[in-house]
């Protein structure tokens, strides 16, 4: 199983970033795909999840209304579109299916 982050950047607040992270090793439409980050000296926290349909998501309290997850479970791919971004954003953020991660993409809100 390998999954690959993508998308990350340096971004002014208020900008938007579009992440993707694309798997294989595994069918994708059989799993719950999420992501999650990891701001410096900070856990690990849920960001989003997307159920393996793609017909439900959940998201933490402090990204709702600003990002949206999504999934292409032909091309094994999901991702993140982060509009609105505040500096409070700036993580790593990687991608996760059950027992698994990526390695990360850096994601800075910074002006």
């Known amino acids: 199983v390998r999954l690959v982050e993508s998308g990350g950047g340096l971004v002014e607040p208020g900008g938007s970033l579009r992440l993707s992270c694309v798997g294989s090793g595994f069918t994708a439409s059989r799993f719950a795909m999420s992501w999650y980050r990891q701001a410096p000296g900070k856990g690990r926290e849920l960001v989003a999840a997307i159920r393996s349909t793609g017909t439900d998501a959940d998201y933490a309290d402090s990204v709702k209304g600003r990002f949206t997850i999504s999934r292409d479970n032909v091309k094994n791919t999901v991702y993140l579109q982060m509009n609105s971004l505040k500096p409070e954003d700036t993580a790593i953020y990687y991608c996760?299916?059950?027992?698994?991660w990526g390695q990360g993409t850096q994601v800075t809100v910074s002006s």
């Open positions: 996760s299916i059950p027992n698994y």
